[in-house]
């Protein structure tokens, strides 16, 4: 058994902390003990951690590379892995300018770490093929959810003679492109869709107050869980302007909701026969994307997502399995060397 720590400097990371109970499934017990190490954002020293394997999940930049290289250096038999949560080729197409500075910053980090954990394919391709790390590098691991009880949530009844509930959630923030959506629902007659929207972030009362001129969009705030509102719509909405995975996809296919989603990172690898991919970058182009979804049958993508997505969860198990053992055989090797150096030393 292997001891394994996680670094994390940012705990409002739903998506990253609620990905971590993953390390408390017995496939994964029986292999490795975890545990959560803080670190301050902006620490520049790295810890001594008392670990076989650190996995890193925390965000890259030029001031972490010190933090990183400081790791490797305190921690020298570890095997260290970065799971990359954020940067994607949207990403660097919305908020880079210097494409040169911010590639080099990636291949540097991954020159320093053993391995990087992507989390879609689409994001590997990315790192692969255009920033320029080596393949061999690279292993994808979809993220982890652990609302099993969405598969409980009944199936939706088709939209026969009624408009179709459209529901979307996730951080208030410009990234999730929820004032495209709600500028795009102004264009779609109530009788065709309405919208629920639920959240919270920096974009909260802006959203609001367009949502209050508006009789099919209704903004609400934060919730733990979002069962219930899936239960109640028939397709969720996902316009991000970059998302490296998006989990809420996952969750709607969970529910046997069908999904519109942006064309954009590890979106359209989610869709499958669930639901639509679209470019929805502006308002116009989601209201057409939103006006072709509603005349789709709904209730049938629903279905096939579900079945689509179950065994997701055991397939995301199986790579991290994978991924302890081949850090346990590091381990091993490196041990067996350390006993014949100090076996030679003593015979010196």
Not at 68 to 78: D, G, T, V
């Amino acid at each position: 058994m292997i001891r394994v720590a996680h670094l994390l400097d940012d705990f409002g990371m739903g998506g990253v902390t609620r990905a971590l109970t993953l390390f408390e499934e017995p496939a994964l017990t029986r292999l490795a003990t975890s545990a959560v190490v803080p670190v301050k954002p902006e620490a520049l020293i790295a810890p001594r951690v008392g670990a076989d394997l650190i996995v890193d999940h925390m965000a890259l930049s030029w001031k972490r590379l010190a933090f990183i290289a400081s790791l490797r250096a305190r921690n020298p038999h570890c095997r260290i892995v970065h799971v990359e949560h954020s940067y994607t080729r949207s990403f660097e197409h919305e908020n880079i300018q210097a494409v040169g500075r911010f590639r080099a910053m990636l291949k540097i980090a991954a020159s320093l770490v053993d391995e990087i954990v992507c989390v879609s394919n689409a994001q590997r391709d990315w790192l692969a093929q255009t920033v320029g790390i080596s393949s061999t590098k690279l292993t994808v691991i979809y993220p982890w959810t652990d609302r099993s009880e969405l598969f409980e949530v009944p199936e939706p009844q088709p939209a026969c003679g009624r408009h179709v509930r459209l529901l979307a959630y996730g951080r208030f923030a410009p990234v999730k492109n929820f004032t495209a959506l709600i500028e795009a629902m102004s264009a779609v007659p109530e009788t065709t869709a309405q919208l629920t929207i639920f959240g919270d972030g920096p974009d909260r009362a802006s959203l609001e107050a367009m949502a209050a001129a508006l009789p099919n969009v209704t903004v609400l705030g934060p919730c733990h869980s979002p069962a219930a509102h899936l239960a109640n719509c028939d397709a969720v909405v996902i316009p991000s302007r970059c998302e490296s995975f998006g989990l809420v996809a996952t969750e709607a296919r969970m529910a046997a909701r069908p999904i519109l989603v942006a064309d954009v990172d590890g979106l359209p690898e989610q869709v499958g026969s669930a639901g639509l991919s679209a470019i929805m970058s502006a308002a116009e182009e989601i209201e057409t994307g939103i006006q072709a979804f509603s005349k789709l049958d709904l209730v049938r993508l629903g279905a096939n997502g579900r079945n689509e997505v179950r065994g997701q969860s055991e397939k995301i198990i199986s790579r991290w399995v994978s991924l302890i053992k081949r850090s346990a055989l590091t381990v091993q090797r490196g041990g067996l060397v350390r006993q014949r150096q100090i076996g030679e030393s003593a015979a010196l």
